[in-house]
C-alpha cells in the first residue's frame, strides 16, 4: 500500500539490495520496491523522507531520482495554486470533523508493535484508515485477524479523540519464528520477478530454474536474506475417463489444480482414445511466488 504523502523514486547502482539495505537500517518506510534491471531499482517512499534519502546517499556511488509524486501530494501540489477550493475545502472538513468520528491518527503500542506494518495493512483492509471514519464493528472485525499474528496473545482496537490506539501484546513464551537462510524453489520455472531486500540473488529474471535449486543466500553481514520471487511453472496432469464430454474435460482440468500451488494463468487439454478409456493430457501454466522472512509463508 502507498503512503497517502509518497513519491516514486529510482536508485541506480551496482548492487541495489545494498542500496535498499541501507535505507531499511536507517528506517526509510519502502512501499511496492520492484527491481527493474541489474543496476536499478524503484520504490515509494514517504515525501518526508526524500531529503532524509538525498542526504544518506549523498557523496556515494548511488543515484536516486523521483520519478513522480503519488497519493495526496499531487493533488496537494494542485490545490497550493488554487487558494479558493482550500478554503471550501477546509470549511467541508471541518463540518465534517465536527459530525462524524473521524480518524486523524493511528498509533501502534505493546510488546507486538513491530507489527506495524501488518497490522497497518489489517486496518486498511478492515476499513479503519487516516481521513475516514471509525466504525466500532470494523475494529473488531481487524481486531479478530490481528489476533491471527504470530505469537499475538491480546490485541485491541480503540478510538480516543481522533487518535485510534492499536495495542498488541505478545505471549513471551512463544518463542520467535526462525530465520531461513536461503530461498530454495520447490519446483521448476522461469523466474519473473525478483525483489530482495537483504542477501544476494543468485537468479534474475529469465532465468530458468530447477527445483531444489537456491534463488537467494545470505550475503557478507547479512544473517538471513528477505526477498520474493515470482516463478512461472507449467505442469502436466493425466485424467482418465470412461467418456468423451464437456464434463469429463471440467473434471480434468479440476483434477489438475489439486497438484499445483499458484495462480493459474492458462490451462489446456488433449484427449487421445485407448481401448475403452479416454485420457486428458491437461498443461497447466501458472505463477507461484516464493518469499523467505516475509510476512508471508514460503510459496
Known sequence: MKPLFGCLIEIETLAPPRALDKLARAGVFMYEVRQIGKTRVRLYVKSKEIQKIFAIFSGSCYTVRVIRESGLKRPLTFLKKRPGIIVGAALFFASCFLSAPFV???????????????????????????????????????????????????????????VVMVTLEENAETPLPERETSLVSPVEGKVEDIIVLRGQALVAEGDVVEA?????SGAENV?????????????????????????????????????????????????????????????????????????????
Open 104 to 162: 486523524l491518527k493511528i498509533e501502534y503500542v505493546g510488546t507486538g508493535s513491530h507489527y506495524a506494518r501488518e497490522a497497518e495493512e489489517i486496518l486498511h483492509d478492515s476499513g479503519i484508515s487516516i481521513f475516514a471514519p471509525f466504525d466500532k464493528e470494523r475494529a473488531e472485525q481487524a481486531e479478530r485477524r490481528l489476533s491471527l499474528l504470530p505469537s499475538v496473545s491480546f490485541c485491541s482496537v480503540e478510538k480516543s479523540g481522533y
Open 223 to 299: 544473517a538471513f536474506p528477505v526477498a520474493r520471487v515470482e516463478l512461472l511453472c507449467t505442469s502436466v496432469f493425466e485424467y482418465i475417463s470412461q467418456e468423451e464430454s464437456d464434463e469429463a474435460k471440467k473434471e480434468a482440468f479440476a483434477g489438475a489444480l489439486l497438484y499445483i500451488d499458484g495462480e493459474v494463468i492458462t490451462q489446456s487439454a488433449e484427449v487421445r482414445h485407448e481401448e475403452d478409456k479416454f485420457i486428458y493430457t491437461v498443461h497447466t501454466e501458472y505463477r507461484r511466488v516464493l518469499t523467505v522472512n516475509l510476512a508471508a509463508s514460503n510459496g
Open 212 to 216: 531444489g535449486q537456491t534463488l537467494v
